[in-house]
């Protein structure tokens, strides 16, 4: 994890490292997602709050409950998708860093 080096802006860009590993993992993530061969019911929740995260990291340091309310979403719509579970737990460990109760959504 990124815990020693939160608040420092990365190298160039400005932008908060927090904020470069949740546009990361939530880039992989629906890139996996977009990928995945099988429909399942709430594959369309699960878009849509990617959409959300992503919206929330383009405008800078996003909200922690707003945060965790859609890392919650997600992981109930997709968290069954063993092939998906990688990238779930990464776009986790990127709201992770954003401080909180880690683990208490």
Do not use: K
């Amino acid at each position: 994890m990124l815990r020693g080096v939160e608040q420092r802006a990365v190298a160039g860009s400005g932008e908060d490292p927090r904020v470069s590993a949740l546009r990361a993992a939530v880039s992989r993530l629906r890139r996996q997602l977009a990928g995945h061969p099988v429909e399942f019911p709430d594959r369309a929740v699960a878009e849509d709050e990617l959409a959300a995260l992503e919206a929330m990291a383009i405008g800078g340091v996003p909200e922690v409950p707003r945060l965790r309310r859609s890392l919650l979403l997600i992981a109930g719509s997709i968290g069954s998708v063993s092939a998906l579970a990688g990238a779930v737990a990464e776009v986790r460990e990127a709201v992770e860093l954003f401080g909180g109760t880690p683990g208490r959504y």
